[in-house]
């Protein structure tokens, strides 16, 4: 009862950003009407219909809680509440966030070190909007210049409680139109955890990915609701649901995702990495790559299955990109190009799309225009063994006749892909229709190749 009288007083005073008003908002009407300091059970997580790569550690129950203070008023900074909690709570505790509080953080928070804890996050917890102070004091993570909120690692740590965390993105979103360079923080940064859950869950209007799994193993990603596009000309670019870098063991699963980027991307040195039971609406699909972006280092994907994803309003559903042997440019902030590695075994099955561009893309020429060019340097990175079925659904007009595109740089660096039940259509009526060029025709089931010639444009 108490929490009713201050959201009351708390919306009066809100004057935040359209976005966070909205999230905020949105936070507010998904709340029971009586609220009270209860403590979420920690979801059961079960693998289903798939299994992961590996067995995921147990983890056991937690014994002393702490609740986070907060000074409810969306606009001073709770962080230091937020570190006294998680560090009387650490080594077996439980942290919680209760329903219908609200807090801001307005500091970089180093979550490194935690230790067999669950974080209840049952509250509206809203990242300041001090666009400067976060670019001077975000997390650096080297990657693309990746940099994120805080740094939540350690070893076994829940993350649940059905609350909503907002990156109040729109602020980020008209900076970044004005500045490619701006250094716009990732939103949930899992940066070197062992054995780890972070489920039911909001992410509203990150400024970057709404998700970096960096240096970490055994980690599930289960109901993860996402949503943010941007409310003014300026686009929410970059927006990736899930990026997996340096981490084996993976699973992101049952989530629904709206965004603007890739749904989920696999980055260098992912291993053994299960997403299944998603619905991804407005994204770059599901990705491997980019890859060999990075002259002098050596990319590993590979053991990645994906398994019954819905896709709608994409430019792709099953995509693989891949950097060619020479130097390109995609945009100011993303060039590349040269780097070796190899993407291997990596499977994607049932994926069902609506209104996307190609349905499956397998590129080497990332940010290379000229073809002739990025065939004279063939990518150094290889693909082998990739398995794509039961793709079925309509794409958008964009490439229409053509469904789908499948291009290696030269057969060398590219073998046994093989496409089986594929069945797509284009709005005009046209099936299976694919660009196709340096790869194995005969394992491309069903599909109907329209072969570009090496050195066309
Ligand atoms: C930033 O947040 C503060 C505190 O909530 C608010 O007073 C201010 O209007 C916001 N600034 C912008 C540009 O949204
Ligand atoms: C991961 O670990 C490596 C090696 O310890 C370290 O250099 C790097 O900064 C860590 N973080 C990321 C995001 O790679
Ligand atoms: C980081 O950004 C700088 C310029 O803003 C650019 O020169 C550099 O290549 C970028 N680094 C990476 C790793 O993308
Ligand atoms: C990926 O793994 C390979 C092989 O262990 C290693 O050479 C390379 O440096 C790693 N790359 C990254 C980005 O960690
Ligand atoms: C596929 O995923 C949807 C949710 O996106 C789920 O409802 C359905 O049960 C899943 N199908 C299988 C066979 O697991
Ligand atoms: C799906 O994405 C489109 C943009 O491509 C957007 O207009 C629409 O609102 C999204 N749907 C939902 C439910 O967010
Ligand atoms: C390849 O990936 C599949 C899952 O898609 C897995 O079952 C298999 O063990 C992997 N192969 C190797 C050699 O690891
Ligand atoms: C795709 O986008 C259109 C609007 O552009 C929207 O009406 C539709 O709901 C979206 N599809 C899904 C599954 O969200
Ligand atoms: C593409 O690259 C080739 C080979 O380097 C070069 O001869 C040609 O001029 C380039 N075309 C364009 C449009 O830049
Ligand atoms: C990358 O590919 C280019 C062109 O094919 C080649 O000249 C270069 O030696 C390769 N580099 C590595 C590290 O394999
Ligand atoms: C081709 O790749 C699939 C996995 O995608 C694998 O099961 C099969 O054994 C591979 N075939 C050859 C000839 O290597
Ligand atoms: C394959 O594509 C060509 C060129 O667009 C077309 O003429 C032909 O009818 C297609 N074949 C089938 C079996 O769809």
Known sequence: MRFQTSFAAVLLNTLGATATWTAYQEYLSGLPAHVSKHQSPRPAITFKPKQPFEKFPKSPSRGRTCYVQSHNDLKTDDSPYILDAVNKCNNGGRVIFPQGTTYVIGTALDL?????????????????NDTDYWQANS?????????????????????YGGGMLDGNGQIWYDLYAKNIYILRPILFGTIGLQSGSISNLKMRYSPQYYN?????????????????FSQSSALAKNTDGWDTYRS?????????????????????????????????????????????QYPGSYDIVENIEVYNISLSNATDGARIKVWPGTASALSGDLQGGGGSGRVNNITYEDLSITNVDYAIEVTQCYGQKNLTLCNEFPSNLTITNVKISNVHGTTSKKYDPISGYVVCSSPTVCSNITL????????????????????????????????????SN
């Open 112 to 128: 490194s070190h935690l230790s067999h804890i669950d974080i209840d996050i049952q509250a509206y917890i809203q990242f300041s």
């Open 139 to 159: 997390f650096f993570q080297t990657f693309q210049n990746a940099t994120t909120f805080f740094e939540l690692g350690g070893t076994d740590v829940n993350v």
């Open 212 to 228: 970096f799994i960096a240096n970490s193993t055994d980690v599930v990603f289960q109901g993860i609701d996402i949503s943010g």
């Open 248 to 292: 084996n063991n993976i699973v992101i699963q049952n989530s629904v995702i709206n965004n603007g980027d890739d749904c989920v991307s696999f980055k260098p040195n992912s291993t053994e990495i299960l997403v299944q039971n998603l619905h991804c609406n407005g994204s770059h699909g599901i990705s491997v790559g980019s890859l060999g």
């Open 420 to 455: 089986e039940d594929i069945a797509l259509v284009t709005p005009s009526g046209v099936e299976n229709e694919f660009t196709c060029g340096a790869v194995d025709e005969s394992l491309l089931h069903g599909i109907n190749c329209t072969t570009l010639n090496k050195g």
